[in-house]
């Protein structure tokens, strides 16, 4: 037995282990009654926020501007995946290699499937747990399916590039900003929600401003993640040369 297979072995032990011991051997002061804060939030999340789901509403809401800190770090760590791969034009892709017929059958149904549920996490992040990171994050996994199954040219032939992925990308963290500065030029406070933006349309409850953050979150996380898994699927190969074109 080698030397790394025992160190992963001692790491998978620990890993097992040491929930044990903390479960069993440290002690657990459990609350018996709900603090302060949390109280104030379930008890007035839809009156601030006309927006049933409670953890929406603090994401989005009531600390919204944390949140916006974070969608910043979070997109400047894709910009720079994107750096490192970036391409002056798609690759030219010789052989297209794809799986059996059963295999894309299945595939399609899956990508319908998965397709459905993203739209239905980010349509109704306002009132059940979901929103538009997790819903973006789902629809990126289809492109992960296809690349093995279909190729990676079966995407790009169809027009869907980096390019544009980046491009909407971009289009849609536009739009969170001004989402969220908007309510500025009234004299409100930044990612103000239901002073500036109605609490239903019509018949419909859209919480303010938190349906519109989930959607246009959506589009950037799932446009970005994407992107980089568009860049990662090309061969190495294609890479080398041309890192050898510009004399590297």
Known sequence: MTKRTLILLALLVASIISPLVVVNFTPIDIPRAMRELGR????????????????????????????????????LAIVGGLAVFR????????????????????????????????????LHGHLTPGGGFPGGSALA?????????????SIIE???T??????????????LGLVALLPVFR?????????FYPARVGFITVSGSISL?????FFAVASGFTAVALYLS??????????SEHGG
């Open 213 to 217: 953050y989930n959607l246009f979150e």
């Open 141 to 153: 996994v289809t492109s992960m399916l296809i690349v093995p199954v279909f190729s990676v040219h």
């Open 40 to 75: 104030y939030y379930v008890v007035n999340t839809i009156r601030d926020t006309a927006s049933p789901e409670a953890v929406a509403a603090v994401v989005w809401d009531y600390r919204g501007l944390d949140t916006v800190y974070e969608t910043v770090v979070l997109y």
């Open 234 to 243: 090309i061969p190495e190969e294609w890479y080398k040369e041309r890192f």
């Open 187 to 195: 004299g409100l406070e930044l990612v103000t929600n239901q002073r």
């Open 87 to 122: 391409l002056s034009k798609a690759p030219s892709m010789q052989v297209v290699i794809g799986l059996t017929v059963l295999s894309r059958t299945a595939t399609k149904i899956i990508i319908l499937l998965i397709s459905s549920i993203s739209a239905a996490i980010v």
């Open 158 to 160: 169809r027009g869907i």
């Open 162 to 175: 980096s390019t544009r992925l980046i491009a909407i990308r971009g289009l849609a963290l536009t739009a």
